[in-house]
């Protein structure tokens, strides 16, 4: 019986143009000059060319204008929902502390049981209303000012955290305007620092990212 192999590649074309649009084929020695750093070695039977999948540098589909970082904005859910799970967490832990605490002289039964959860629960509730809105205000002040002032920077981190402070310590009067402001100011600062300690001690990479 004779081979034909003229058929079967005409066969073969005729199959590629039904299934891959007749992509174009490459010998064994073309593949093997193809670099393929950081890959594993490629079928020659691929229907694809092994140079359109190497990328040296990172791809991102973007919307016009934007930036590779989040905002303050699309950080403020985050900041806001992860502060009062904090708060309820470590408002349920000081809870049930201190209804271990109050009720160490009284025997295990269910009135103990129902003080212990009431002060979990209300202990919780409190710490999550409390850093939910000094992330609330934190975030706010942040994305104002940074409308305001058209840049994202540190200044916008310590400006905000000043006035959420002063904010929320306003009940106290002009004292407590003046403390919140202050811890505010050292705790915004600190982070700043924090934030930035990679380019304070010249450790920095171009592909850091920063959250404010």
Request: hydrophobic share 40%; with cysteine; glycine share 16%.
């Given at each position: 019986?004779?081979?034909?192999?003229?058929?079967?590649?005409?066969?073969?074309?005729?199959?590629?143009?039904?299934?891959?649009?007749?992509a174009p084929e490459?010998?064994?020695?073309?593949?093997?000059?193809?670099?393929?750093?950081?890959?594993?070695?490629?079928?020659?039977?691929?229907?694809?060319?092994?140079?359109?999948?190497?990328?040296?540098?990172?791809?991102?589909?973007?919307?016009?204008?934007?930036n590779k970082t989040?905002?303050?904005?699309?950080?403020?859910?985050?900041?806001?929902?992860?502060?009062?799970?904090?708060?309820?967490?470590?408002?349920?832990?000081?809870?049930?502390?201190?209804?271990?605490?109050?009720?160490?002289?009284?025997?295990?039964?269910?009135?103990?049981?129902?003080?212990?959860?009431?002060?979990?629960?209300?202990?919780?509730?409190?710490?999550?209303?409390?850093?939910?809105?000094?992330?609330?205000?934190?975030?706010?002040?942040?994305?104002?000012?940074?409308?305001?002032?058209?840049?994202?920077?540190?200044?916008?981190?310590?400006?905000?955290?000043?006035?959420?402070?002063?904010?929320?310590?306003?009940?106290?009067?002009?004292?407590?305007?003046?403390?919140?402001?202050?811890?505010?100011?050292?705790?915004?600062?600190?982070?700043?620092?924090?934030?930035?300690?990679?380019?304070?001690?010249?450790?920095?990479?171009?592909?850091?990212?920063?959250?404010?």
């Open positions: 019986m004779d081979n034909n192999p003229q058929g079967s590649g005409g066969l073969k074309a005729s199959l590629g143009g039904l299934f891959g649009g007749g490459y010998s064994n020695t073309e593949l093997a000059g193809v670099p393929l750093t950081g890959m594993s070695p490629l079928s020659p039977y691929l229907n694809v060319d092994p140079r359109y999948l190497i990328q040296d540098t990172d791809e991102f589909i973007l919307p016009t204008g934007a989040r905002g303050r904005f699309e950080l403020a859910f985050f900041t806001i929902g992860g502060s009062c799970i904090t708060g309820a967490s470590f408002g349920a832990l000081n809870g049930l502390r201190m209804g271990l605490k109050e009720t160490r002289d009284m025997a295990w039964s269910k009135p103990r049981n129902v003080q212990i959860i009431n002060m979990v629960t209300r202990q919780g509730a409190s710490w999550a209303n409390t850093l939910g809105s000094v992330a609330l205000l934190y975030s706010a002040f942040g994305v104002v000012i940074e409308k305001v002032r058209g840049a994202e920077d540190d200044i916008n981190t310590v400006a905000a955290g000043t006035l959420t402070g002063m904010l929320f310590k306003a009940a106290g009067g002009l004292k407590g305007v003046a403390r919140g402001g202050l811890a505010g100011l050292a705790l915004s600062s600190a982070y700043a620092v924090y934030n930035n300690w990679d380019h304070l001690t010249g450790t920095s990479s171009p592909s850091s990212s920063r959250l404010y």
